[in-house]
């Protein structure tokens, strides 16, 4: 019996990170030897089955389709039976009324909140290792930074108070790479989302990557554990800064060595369900 992946995408926006890591398990699948579809053409060079009408999609004796669902999506679109629900942010309580109890949930980060827990995981990185660097210019940076993203507070007043530069454009002028050139020339990179990765890609570039407006039921050591992303060059609160200072020079080797692991957890991922599905 043959085994198929179908990994559903809410889109293909180059920009978002669930988006990115939902056509990169699309690539990996790919690449280690097994067939994949979608509903979207992938992002990543790849051999991948476009499904435009969801509603062709049937199961017979030859071959099982498992559906890999990130967690916004309600109930079941391609109606089957195995399905995987990729917790890649927080879940809608009103959204997970919507699966089915023999669901498998599979979490990217432990920092994720769902109503129903699971062991397993599935963590994959598209580092951009190529695109952000730091250009060692040191005591040339100058100010503050940031992206308006999520869980920024209505009436905010820290950033401006702060002159920060808004780089929620950056997209409009020049993408990654404008956004690297930006990283490099400020001081600080100052976000209130606790798990985005651009906190990450500002410490590569040099930034000191400060998160505010942290839960102060949860240290920074704690964080850690739950967003291992953020493990080097992130600091939970200005407090924590000094942690992020000291370890800025190994936020790149840590996402060098978690994007080489992003393998072996598809890896896992599939072995997992080869074994459910008795599949060998």
């Given at each position: 019996?043959?085994?198929?992946?179908?990994?559903y995408?809410?889109?293909?926006?180059?920009?978002?990170g669930?988006?990115?890591?939902?056509?990169k398990?699309?690539?990996i699948?790919?690449?280690?030897?097994?067939?994949?579809?979608?509903n979207q053409?992938?992002?990543?060079?790849?051999?991948?089955?476009?499904?435009?009408?969801l509603?062709s999609?049937?199961?017979?004796d030859?071959y099982?389709?498992v559906?890999?669902y990130?967690?916004?999506?309600k109930?079941n679109?391609?109606n089957?039976?195995?399905?995987s629900?990729?917790?890649?942010?927080?879940?809608?309580?009103?959204?997970?009324e919507t699966?089915?109890n023999?669901?498998?949930?599979?979490?990217?980060?432990?920092g994720?909140k769902?109503?129903?827990?699971?062991?397993?995981?599935?963590?994959?990185?598209?580092?951009?290792?190529?695109?952000?660097k730091n250009?060692?210019?040191g005591?040339?940076?100058k100010g503050?930074?940031?992206?308006?993203?999520?869980?920024y507070p209505?009436?905010?007043k820290?950033?401006?108070?702060?002159?920060?530069?808004?780089?929620?454009?950056?997209?409009?002028?020049?993408?990654?790479?404008y956004?690297?050139e930006?990283?490099?020339?400020?001081?600080?990179?100052?976000?209130?989302?606790?798990?985005?990765?651009?906190?990450?890609?500002?410490?590569?570039?040099g930034c000191r990557s400060v998160?505010?407006?942290?839960?102060?039921?949860?240290?920074?050591?704690?964080?850690?554990?739950?967003?291992?992303?953020?493990?080097?060059?992130?600091a939970?609160?200005?407090?924590?800064?000094?942690h992020?200072?000291?370890?800025?020079d190994l936020?790149?080797?840590n996402?060098?060595?978690?994007?080489?692991?992003?393998?072996?957890s598809?890896?896992?991922?599939?072995?997992?369900?080869?074994?459910?599905?008795?599949i060998y």
């Open positions: 019996m043959k085994l198929i992946f179908f990994i995408t809410p889109g293909r926006r180059q920009f978002t669930g988006h990115v890591v939902l056509h398990l699309i690539q699948i790919d690449e280690l030897g097994y067939e994949v579809w979608s053409t992938p992002l990543f060079d790849c051999n991948c089955k476009i499904i435009d009408n509603e999609i049937k199961e017979n030859e099982k389709i559906a890999v990130p967690e916004q999506i109930g679109p391609i089957v039976e195995n399905v629900r990729w917790i890649l942010y927080h879940t809608d309580p009103e959204i997970e699966w089915s023999t669901d498998y949930f599979f979490k990217y980060c432990e994720f769902t109503k129903r827990e699971t062991n397993n995981s599935l963590t994959i990185i598209d580092s951009k290792l190529e695109i952000f250009y060692g210019l005591n040339k940076r503050y930074c940031h992206i308006n993203k999520k869980k209505k009436n905010e820290i950033l401006e108070s702060l002159e920060s530069k808004n780089l929620s454009d950056f997209t409009e002028k020049g993408g990654f790479e956004l690297s930006e990283f490099n020339k400020h001081e600080f990179f100052i976000t209130y989302d606790d798990a985005t990765y651009y906190s990450v890609l500002s410490a590569m570039c998160i505010i407006n942290t839960d102060p039921n949860i240290s920074p050591d704690e964080y850690r554990l739950k967003y291992p992303i953020n493990k080097f060059g992130v939970y609160g200005w407090q924590d800064l000094k992020a200072d000291l370890t800025r936020t790149t080797p996402i060098q060595s978690m994007e080489k692991e992003s393998v072996e598809v890896k896992k991922f599939i072995n997992f369900w080869k074994q459910k599905l008795k």
